[in-house]
């Protein structure tokens, strides 16, 4: 099936592991341009080399880049621009979140996690703005969470930094209509990574294997689907969201979330 994203440029952050790496490999398997950053050079370069073997190179672009500095942003994005000429679709994947409940959240944290979330963001998307705005497909997408909509506890400065960006997100969708630019969110819950595995591996009861390990999880959080999501899982929905074929989508969600959102 074709996304109609064939030869389109589209930028990924956070695009050398996890839902990143996935969408990054959906968009090459449908022909598309791809650039994709991330902090950690090594791990960069690895992705490029792994993709490189399945790939035409010539579709693929990375670089080391933190989106939270709008230097390295802006030198990112005019690379892009200078190997690809155009920019017609981002997709914003967001980093993890900070376990704390409210008593042991201090105010750096409140700081870190309205940053990452939020203004990584509003950086890439003030710098991609003036070329996505020359395209006849452009779209921004952004990776959030179900705690946009359902707050944890035990993740409270994360939770309002989610909700920050579902609000964003809304409002971005409404003003750069006029500049024919669609908006649009996926929301996850519970995502298989490597965070997952550690605690697979030091789990107390060794008896259980993966499987068994991630449905007892699944049943404790309340996951009607009785597992946790596949990072590939969330990417399908990105691609849809980003292409072509959701040209009458804007300010929407996709809840990724194996029905643990219960929100109407």
């Known amino acids: 099936m074709s996304f109609q994203v064939k030869d389109k440029v589209v930028i990924v952050t956070g695009g050398s592991s996890g839902i990143g790496l996935e969408l990054v490999k959906l968009f090459l398997l449908q022909g598309a341009k791809v650039a994709w950053c991330g ?9 490029y080399k792994a993709l490189s073997q399945k790939y035409d190179v010539e579709q693929m672009f990375i670089h080391q880049c933190d989106v939270l500095q709008k230097e390295q942003v802006a030198a990112f994005v005019s690379a892009v621009v200078e190997r690809f000429g155009a920019i017609d679709m981002l997709v914003n994947n967001a980093g993890q979140g900070k376990v704390a409940d409210f008593f042991n959240t201090d105010e750096q944290d409140w700081v870190d996690e309205l940053k990452l979330k939020v203004f990584s963001v509003v950086n890439m998307i003030n710098t991609t703005l003036p070329y996505l705005k020359k395209s006849d497909i452009a779209s921004i997408t952004n990776v959030n969470s179900l705690l946009g909509l359902k707050p944890e506890t035990h993740m409270v400065a994360t939770s309002v930094a ?57 049943s404790k959080k309340g996951i009607p689907l009785g597992r946790l999501g596949k990072p590939e899982e969330a990417a399908y929905a990105l691609l849809f969201l980003a292409s072509p074929l959701s040209s009458y989508t804007t300010g929407s969600v996709i809840d990724v979330s194996g029905g643990l959102s219960k929100e109407i």
């Open 162 to 218: 989610r909700a920050g960006l579902l609000n964003l997100s809304k409002n971005l969708a409404n003003e750069l209509v006029k500049d024919n630019i669609r908006v649009n969110s996926i929301l996850i819950g519970l995502v298989e990574s490597g965070q997952w595995r550690r605690r697979f591996e030091n789990r107390s009861d060794k008896s259980k294997n993966w499987d068994e390990w991630i449905a007892e999880v699944a």
């Open 39 to 47: 902090r950690n050079n090594e791990r960069l370069q690895s992705t």
